[in-house]
């Protein structure tokens, strides 16, 4: 029967849910993927309460089950043996599909199923996973994981197969697994995989419920007869690899779980199940297995003994200069050498760090390794001369795989007394010389860049002090030329227009006396002669009246045009402003007196000319809208200057107009000047108009 929380994914689904591990098997991830809903009844055979998931078996098949994250405690209660009802959904899961279960409802215990025996084909077939057997082999290694939740076992079979193990950690499995280790045993447990990201197998693993699925093999009697033999007579022809063997040795070194012994010919690495607290030069006897190892081989000691005490042993000196020789594997060796660098290095997950010493000698490199969390002291610096004693561990070049050839070694450190400073590093090392180097490099630079700078400076400055040298001297020869120009072309038009107004009104005086004469000769009666008189002086006094007018326009034009011209050589706007602001400020008296309305246009971005060009473009626009104002009688003015490509200026005003082909007439005569202006700065000039229509002036200048 299934139970309600079942029934509650079968309708939320849609679907009947999956009840047999032989179904789900046969999906594929993808399908696995979609969660389709499962009331699984299986028996449990393995359960990991600290990673919160079990193994069930059907008695044929096996699956792998996710704990609910909520409930945590439901998989810690599971035994081996229980029938549980699992109900969840499928996952694609990490190599083949398997559960998340959503519940888990315990409905009995009984014995486990019979496990089937793992061959070697097993071993490599990829259905093996999650199959509930069993293997023989010997215990060799044992490792409790640092967060101190599983033990992970090593053990090799009769066909030298090593297979690793992972069980729960408990006080009691690791007690009972002590008690066995270096036995052969007959193991039950789940065979498991190791995959990668693509999901291929790159490896087995077996999962142990408790210590109470390694029992005793009952071959071991045949396996368990313990040979003697000698370090450099380990693994000789004829000598077994599978039983115990017994050498002997003197202690070279001894850390942790690991050590090094120095027989009479060869040196040995022995690997413990337990540390061992000896000092180097005691003399121990080991028993254990044999390690097979590329260069020669290492041991697995389950039994150590100290048989007697010998001297301190002393290192082999090692010259690099000459090939590395195999037989110095695992032996104290010492070494003269120069330290390139030390190197920090942690453990993958671990706090503890670990030295590294990149060495060089007689050309060769090399590393030498201190223990995990000792750290370099004195003044271990790089360029300095070191001696080093440590042991010697010679590395195989894998490519000769017919022959044994040494490709490089590397020392194992037992201590900071193995470091010995025979030479500080020189001062100048290769750092500090390039240091010194990149430094004298950077302030050439610097100071070729300063001179280039200061160059430019002094070019600039030159430049400037030339120009404003130019610019006082035209300044002050302007002053000059404005105040003769003042004293005497201007003091002279004005008498000249004070003394033809003068004339103008005796030529009045002249017309009331004529006047007077006429009046006389109309009272005498004299009809004709006062007609005659009178045709006659009027005829000659509007001549001279307007050939005076005319005059004195032309003297109060040339007046005003020496006012600017003193005014303008004296400065004027353009010293104080730039072109633009000078049009703006030139025409604000205009429009006041005149009240007519002078609209000025801004095209481009102003910017400054060579005083030339400003000042005449700015008379030519002065004359134009002058013009405009005065004898045209224009009450609009439109003003435009573009910078956008060299300088125009355009005067448009809505007067009369004129001909230009009368344009010598009076009022008129100052075109020429403008035509004068532009041509003397290699500008150009054009006028349109016509009677009525208003005057069009454009002056501009293309490049400046």
């Not at 059907?58 to 009802?85: H, Q, T, Y």
Request: glycine fraction near 8%; charge should be negative; include cysteine.
């Amino acid at each position: 029967m299934v139970s309600g929380v079942c029934a509650m994914v079968r309708i939320y689904v849609g679907q009947v849910p999956i009840t047999s591990i032989l179904e789900i098997r046969r999906l594929t991830a993808e399908q696995a993927e979609l969660g389709y809903p499962v009331a699984v009844e299986a028996q449990v055979v393995r359960v990991n309460p600290y990673k919160n998931h079990f193994f069930i078996n059907d008695g044929e098949f096996g699956i792998f089950v996710g704990g609910i994250s909520e409930s945590p405690s439901i998989v810690e209660s599971l035994n081996a043996g229980d029938v549980v009802l699992v109900c969840g959904k499928t996952t694609a899961g990490a190599f083949m599909p398997d559960i998340q279960a959503t519940s888990v409802q315990v409905r009995g215990n009984r014995p486990r199923p019979e496990p089937m025996q793992i061959y070697n084909t097993d071993f490599v077939s990829t259905g093996s996973d999650c199959k509930w057997g069993w293997i023989r082999g010997r215990l060799l290694s044992m490792k409790i994981s640092a967060d101190q939740t599983a033990i992970l076992l090593e053990l090799i079979d009769v066909d030298s197969e090593e297979y690793v193990v992972d069980l729960p950690y408990s006080e009691s499995n690791e007690q009972r697994i002590r008690e066995l280790m270096f036995s052969f045993v007959k193991l039950s447990a789940v065979c498991g995989t190791v995959a990668n990201e693509n999901r291929q197998m790159v490896g087995r693993i077996f999962y142990a419920h408790s210590a109470d699925d390694f029992l005793l093999s009952g071959e071991e009697w045949l396996l368990n007869t313990v040979d003697t033999a000698e370090i450099h007579e380990l693994l000789r022809y004829k000598v077994s690899f599978n039983r115990p063997f017994r050498t002997h040795g003197t202690v070279l070194y001894s850390r942790d779980q690991e050590m090094v012994l120095r027989g009479r010919r060869a040196c040995l690495k022995v690997a413990l199940n337990d540390p061992v607290d000896v000092e180097p030069g005691v003399e121990v006897s080991l028993t254990g297995f044999i390690w097979l190892q590329p260069v020669s081989p290492a041991f697995r000691a389950g039994k150590v003994e100290v048989t007697g005490k010998a001297d301190k042993p002393l290192p082999v000196l090692l010259d690099l200069s000459e090939p590395l020789d195999p037989l110095m594997n695992y032996d104290l060796v010492q070494v003269d050498a120069e330290l390139i660098e030390i190197k920090k290095d942690y453990a993958k997950g671990g706090t503890v760090p670990q030295y590294t010493m990149r060495c060089r000698s007689a050309g060769e490199f090399f590393e030498a390794r201190l223990p995990a969390g000792i750290q370099p002291t004195g003044r271990i610096d790089p360029g300095a001369l070191l001696r080093l004693s440590g042991i010697c561990n010679m590395q195989r070049d894998d490519a000769e795989y017919l022959n044994l050839v040494i490709s490089g070694f590397w020392m194992q450190l037992r201590g900071t007394a193995d470091i010995e400073v025979l030479s500080p590093p020189p001062w100048w090392t290769k750092a500090r010389l390039l240091m010194l180097l990149g430094g004298v490099l950077s302030i050439t630079l610097i100071s070729m860049v300063w001179i280039v700078i200061l160059r430019k400076t002094v070019e600039r400055q030159t430049r400037i002090i030339a120009e404003k040298v130019e610019r006082e001297s035209i300044h002050e020869e302007r002053q000059r030329i404005a105040r003769e120009l003042h004293d005497n072309l201007e003091q002279g038009l004005a008498g000249a227009i004070f003394h033809l107004g003068g004339v103008r009104r005796i030529f009045r005086k002249s017309a009331e006396k004529n006047f007077r004469h006429l009046a006389d000769l109309a009272a005498a009666g004299n009809l004709e002669g006062v007609h005659a008189f009178s045709g006659k002086w009027k005829t000659e006094t509007d001549q001279n009246a307007e050939a005076l007018e005319a005059v004195e326009h032309m003297l109060s034009h040339c007046s005003e045009e020496s006012r600017t011209s003193i005014l303008d050589l004296r400065g004027g706007l353009l010293e104080k402003m730039d072109l633009a602001e000078a049009v703006r400020v030139s025409f604000r008296t205009l429009e006041k007196e005149r009240g007519i309305k002078v609209n000025i246009r801004i095209d481009g971005q102003p910017r400054r000319f060579v005083p030339a060009v400003e000042r005449n473009v700015l008379l030519v626009i002065k004359e134009a809208v002058s013009n405009a104002a005065r004898h045209a009688s224009a009450d609009r003015i439109h003003v435009k200057l573009d910078f956008s490509a060299g300088l125009k200026a355009v005067v448009i005003d809505n007067g009369c107009g004129f001909d230009l082909k009368e344009q010598s007439q009076a009022g008129r005569f100052g075109l020429q000047g403008m035509q004068e202006r532009m041509q003397n700065i290699k500008g150009s000039l054009s006028i349109e108009s016509r009677k009525g229509e208003g005057t069009v002036v454009t002056a501009e200048v293309a490049s400046v």
